[in-house]
DNA sequence: TCGCTGATCATCT
DNA sequence: GATGATCAGCGAA
């Protein structure tokens, strides 16, 4: 995974996350994730549900930076959600990271999500994602191609996705578009609305 | 396993 | 003042 390779459309970069392993560390122990789960958001005007639809605010800001930023926002008044910018400088556009298997540091994991019944359920869903990898407003707008890549980092695994989604209640041409893109692994989020690729 | 509900607050209208 | 890219806990089936 590359800056430059990051740079188009979200839609086009969330399947070539999947399998991707996002690595945090934090005081020397590192907490690794392999992404089962992405969902892209696009820029200004394009696609309703993203943060960005109604252009710049002091909060989508990160969205809009360089490709390859760690966009993290608070939501519902008690989770962050964590995405990884795409697309050309200026024009907004993210992946969210909906889930993803812990392969390294889950001790680590299992301290942070005390709550978690298996496993399979520490990074099972956005605001899990996050939690497990002790992620929080602290970390938006960190580069993960920058000088600080000891701390954040990205490691390609391609693998092709296994479901495919377009979401609903997109309009326009947003609704041609496939958003939602999947391994076929136990710890993607249960929501599953999708045809099988 | 499914469906419902409460928690809780930054952000935008 | 309303809302949301959510989660956990509960009861029912």
């Known amino acids: 995974m590359s800056r430059r390779l990051l740079s188009r ?8 996350l999947l399998g991707s392993v996002l690595t945090v560390v934090c005081e020397d122990s ?4 392999r992404i089962t789960e992405v969902e ?7 696609d309703p549900g993203s943060h960005a639809f109604r252009g710049r605010t002091p ?9 390859g930023l760690l966009y993290v926002y608070f939501t519902y008044g008690m989770h962050w959600c964590a995405n990884v910018v795409t697309g050309p400088e200026g024009k907004a556009g993210a992946v ?3 889930a993803g298997e812990v392969i390294e540091g889950v001790d680590l994991a299992r301290e942070r999500r005390t709550s978690a019944k298996s496993d399979r359920d520490l990074a099972r869903g956005p605001a899990r994602l996050t939690k497990a990898l002790g992620l929080d407003g602290s970390a938006d707008g960190v580069d993960l191609f920058g000088d600080d890549t000891t701390t954040f980092r990205l490691a390609p695994r391609p693998i092709a996705p296994a479901i495919v989604s377009s979401r609903t209640g ?7 578009t496939p958003w ?8 993607v989020s249960p929501y599953r609305p999708a045809a099988r690729a």
């Open 59 to 67: 909060r989508n800001a990160t969205m809009f930076g360089p490709p």
């Open 180 to 187: 939602r893109f999947a391994l076929d692994d136990p710890t």
């Open 40 to 46: 892209a958001y696009g820029g200004v005007g394009e």
């Open 170 to 176: 997109v309009g326009g041409a947003g609704a041609q």
């Open 30 to 33: 590192p907490v690794s994730v």
């Open 96 to 98: 969210l990271l909906r």
């Open 9 to 16: 459309p979200a839609d086009q970069i969330a399947p070539r």
